[in-house]
């Protein structure tokens, strides 16, 4: 087996940096002077009272996660602090394994659960867990999909590309367990274009590539921290030549079973992720839009999304709907039918395109959905990776 994980460290981030793309883009198609290259701009996740996570320019100003709410505002006044909003995170990594369906059937979320249940694989439509800030990601067994898409570095490059049109900063992990891709994913912070290709399959190389890692990226070593560390546990090198018994009794039978589980001593079951029979995403924009042919960018990347559904569930679209969301308006509601079923990125741009060019928005949006509930089965060919997706 081959697994592959990706990270998402930043996601709570990245959900509203990929709005502010969208404003600067506008700015860029409605100027008739060449614009310099917008400011990024300064942003930080909160809970109630502190800061969780900061992007970079926030970061430089002095602004840490751990920081309290009021001290951030105080010493970067131009900082936007934004809540914590694990649903929409939640939603987002939802729509991800939805994309990602279209590379491997074999797609789950990590963390992968802790657990001495040996179990036969399951399918479910669920949505991902509530993530914990910075610790989003998705696991995809994709061993069998190598040869379709032309082998691992074509395979790799694909994702990659995808993922930069949707707006997602992303840390990859391979291994021959969904445990060590998960560790691997975490430490190693490899973009998709740059991961470590060498010994990625080899059970063999396995422990001597994990005992280097760290022991905090254990899940179950979480509140064990300062106890692991007396007893000179501060890698999983460290971890292994320490007596399993006494381990055993003194931190819980779980962080044994995870280090077993990344190694491949013990199996792992993964709930597999099953593309839900309605395809719905949406995308709030972090300032105002008022000409609709500005949303285009936007919507594109919730077509990307769309595809990648369509590209799981082996069907094409027959027509989609895109949801516009005005303060105090009803929602504008842009229908667009296909005489010939398609699921194709560009085509649907481009049919959304010239719908966007003549609609006249009856009060700015701050919301868009997209929507798809019609579609129709295509048929695969005869070497098509998912040519029984449809029927799972």
Known sequence: MLWLALHFPQLSLDLIERSTQQVDHIAAAHSSTTLAKPQQPVLAICDRLYVITANQPALAGGIQPGMKRASAQALLPQVQLIDHDPVREQQALTALACWALQFTPSTGFAPPPISTRQSTTTRTNALAPLPLPGQAGLLMEIEPSLKYFGGLPALLATMHNGLQHLGYQTHAGLAPTPGAAWLFAQHNQHHLDRVDHNNVQSLTHL?????????????????????????????????????????ARRFGKDLLIEVDCALGAQSQPIAFFQAPQQFRSKLELLAD???????????????????????????????????AQHEEAPVTALSVRLNDPSRDTNRLTDLLRERLNVLQLRAPVHTIELRCERVQAMAASSDELFASAASN
């Open 289 to 323: 839009v008022e000409q609709a042919d500005a949303l285009l960018f936007a919507a594109r990347r919730l077509l990307v999304e769309l595809t990648g559904w369509l590209s799981a569930r082996q069907c094409a679209v027959r027509s989609f709907d895109l949801i």
């Open 207 to 247: 422990p001597q590539r994990l005992g280097m890692l760290p022991i905090d990226l254990l899940v179950s070593a979480q509140g064990k921290r300062t106890g692991l560390g007396a007893i000179g546990a501060n890698t999983l090198g460290d971890l292994l030549e320490l007596p399993r018994a006494g381990l």
